[in-house]
């Protein structure tokens, strides 16, 4: 047996099918679909900016239901706390004043985690970029590169360093003035891990997560279930370049045709913690593994990284990536990518 996803289809059918009942004015519905002995359970919301779907295949309708529910309410948890956004999070606390108090375990893990995969890249994954970001979201967009003020980015660029982030479970602070953090490249997966942690917990077996480019699936009682995952071509979002298969993993892509700058794409959503910069070596990285997290920390990793330094961190970290170059021409897969459809050079 076969589910088919990629997050067109998901957001065609999310618009075009989802026909279930609202549930608790929370701005989500779930859709309830019986095929042979078993019932899909579907439903969607918008989390963390990003429209996040689960679905659930059960043979008891109900506790299909009530499983799904349940990894809204842990994945929302999660969220309002690694979220920047929200005047009190604690993100946003330490971001404002510097510092902050009891950080919460979602917090403490996803920070350790992003201390491993700067460690593991040698700082090309830098959760600290957050004060040239803010540069770039302040202009009008897309602007010309060339209008960008250069000794602005590079005394935005001096705040960047994660050795000043210091934290351990009673607290974290920002040790230079003007610091400030973004957990936007590794929250979501950790969110989307929780969902899922939080399915098993209700006992289901067999499930896929959706955030936005973020996938994470289960397949724990059929072996002859997967999951089918379309990769965007960068070059035309519409499209799909290839096409992996997953029954318990997770795989994230990282692009640089969502969020940019510049017309020309040259400055988009991920910055070279060294350069202050976008990296122009990919135009997309695609990430697998074991969990959300680490697929999604790990495609912003090799963004700024040549392919044998990915390879030594693919080696290192456990992962596999599929990358597609700047011009879109040439693509590189490593040797355990779960590749279904699509061509691809071998990385290592």
Known sequence: MQGGISRRNLLK??????AGAALGGLGWVMATHRFRSRYRVRAAQTLMKTYVSVTVIDEDRDQGRAAVAAAFRRMRAAAA????????????????????????ADLYTVLDRARHYWDLSGGSFDV????????????????????????????????????????????????????????DGIAKGHVVDEGMRALRAAGVRNAVIDAGGDVRTMSADDPQHYWTIGIADPQDPRRLCATAQL??????????????????????????????????????????AEHAMDSDAGGVTLFSLDRAQSCEVLRRGGLEAFLVSWDGGTRWRSRGFPLARGEARLLC
């Not at 994230?252 to 910069?277: K, Q």
């Open 247 to 288: 029954r318990n993993g997770a795989l994230a892509t990282s692009g640089n045709y969502e969020i940019y700058f510049t017309s020309d794409r040259r400055l988009f959503h991920i910055i070279n913690p060294r350069t202050g910069y976008s990296p122009d070596r990919y135009s997309s990285v695609t990430v697998f």
């Open 13 to 18: 059918y999310g618009a075009g099918t989802l």
């Open 81 to 104: 706390v690694l979220t920047r956004f929200a005047p009190q999070s604690p993100v946003a606390v330490l971001n404002r004043t510097g510092r902050v108090a009891r950080i919460p």
């Open 128 to 183: 600290t970029v957050l004060p040239v970001l803010e540069y770039y979201y302040s202009l009008p967009r897309p602007f010309a590169r060339e209008r960008l003020d250069r000794a602005e980015v590079e005394r935005r660029k001096a705040l960047i360093g994660f050795r000043g982030l210091a934290f351990d479970r009673g607290g974290a602070r920002l040790v230079r003035a003007g610091m400030a953090v973004t957990l």
